[in-house]
């Protein structure tokens, strides 16, 4: 029997990752380096059954991304596994044209990024930062009123994306007596309410909200989604919250609402480039508070897309359609493909 292959970037993984590949004897995990073994990882992916990539896009080169040219080089890949909830590093369509499955990790951080979400709000509304550098400069020229904030509760939350982080972000919201609206193309309104949301055009959202909190994917239609015009038709002395991806709000376009007193403050996680230089205007901000893309980076939420990841792979090397399959239309084609290396190699089939 041929072993099954499985590989990865030196990435940054909870160590179940390893222990739960390390309990099936027909699976053998690589681990490869990103920098200055090119050959050595071009070798291992060759000859890989999996890829298992990383959803964060600069922690990856992109030579490793898993586009056209490279799955080429990669006849008997089958499965690329992304190791969030996101795949920014995966072109989906060319895996799905080479009869390859794109999986995620849907879910596994969502109470994490929403608690993140809270908390920027937290922080604008009770103006945490401001103090916190206040009082780490030598000027005591200020007075507490000076940072007098203002509460949470009855503000009215529109949330964009009411998804699996939306909906625990709503869980939360109701917590703190806030007044919960959302936006998503993607759910009738009778979905949006089961969330725990009113469902509202995006329109309305914009001009009522006293939060916007954006908690949908990065693609072709959300790319440049929140540009000059949008942050113009948000309700005066608003917030603006993103944890959801880098690229989906025009950072020019939101410091210069900052500047301009449209907007009264942000928290942002994503950025077009992470981390986002020490000069970039929005970090700088007074009125800003930035994170480094880690909304979804506990303890919690790594460890559960580790073993989730890992388990999910397990699965699908045994004939069982997963659970998370990012591009369901490649099923079809791809159940022949999995069939046909079973068979080749001698791997057994899980019944369910």
């Known amino acids: 029997m041929k072993q099954k292959q499985v590989v990865r970037f030196d990435v940054w993984y909870d160590s179940i990752l390893e222990q739960r590949f390390a309990q099936e004897a027909d699976i053998r995990l690589v681990t490869v ?17 999996v890829y298992l990539i990383t959803a964060a896009k600069d922690e990856l080169p992109k030579a490793w991304w898993a586009h056209e040219k490279l799955i080429d080089q990669c006849p008997q890949l089958l499965c690329v596994s992304s190791s969030g909830a996101g795949f920014d590093t995966v072109d989906v369509e060319a895996c799905t044209k080479a009869g390859i499955a794109v999986l995620n990790q849907s879910g596994c951080n969502a109470r994490s990024v929403a608690e993140h979400a809270i908390g920027l709000m937290l922080g604008l509304s009770h103006r945490l930062g401001e103090g916190d550098r206040m009082l780490r400069s030598a000027d005591r020229s200020f007075s507490r009123e000076d940072l007098m904030g203002s509460e949470l509760g009855g503000k009215t939350l529109g949330i964009v994306g009411i998804g699996m982080v939306g909906r625990e972000l709503a869980k939360l919201a109701h917590a703190f007596d806030m007044h919960v609206i959302a936006y998503d193309p993607l759910l009738n309104p009778l979905t949006i309410r089961e969330r725990g949301a009113e469902a509202v055009s995006l329109e309305a959202l914009l001009a009522t909200s006293d939060i916007v909190s954006l908690h949908c994917p990065r693609d072709a239609s959300s ?16 917030w ?20 301009q007193g449209k907007l009264a403050g942000a928290g942002l996680d994503v950025w077009d480039h992470e981390p986002p230089p020490f ?4 970090v700088q901000h007074p009125r800003v508070i930035s994170s480094f893309h880690t909304a979804g980076v506990t303890k919690q939420a790594r460890y559960r897309a580790a073993l989730w990841g890992a388990e999910q792979v397990i699965d699908f090397l045994c004939g069982v359609r997963p659970p998370r399959l990012v591009n369901p239309e490649v099923w079809p084609k791809l159940e022949g493909r999995l069939a046909k290396a079973m068979n080749a190699y001698g791997w057994a089939r899980k019944s369910i």
């Open 223 to 238: 790319i440049g989604m929140f540009n000059e015009q949008r942050f113009a038709a948000m309700k005066p002395g608003a």
């Open 240 to 259: 603006f919250i993103s944890t959801a991806r880098g690229g989906i709000h025009d950072e020019a376009a939101l410091h210069q609402a900052l500047v």
């Open 33 to 49: 380096k990103r920098q200055g073994e090119d050959r050595a990882a071009l070798e291992a992916l060759a000859s890989a059954h």
């Open 279 to 282: 000069d970039h205007p929005l």
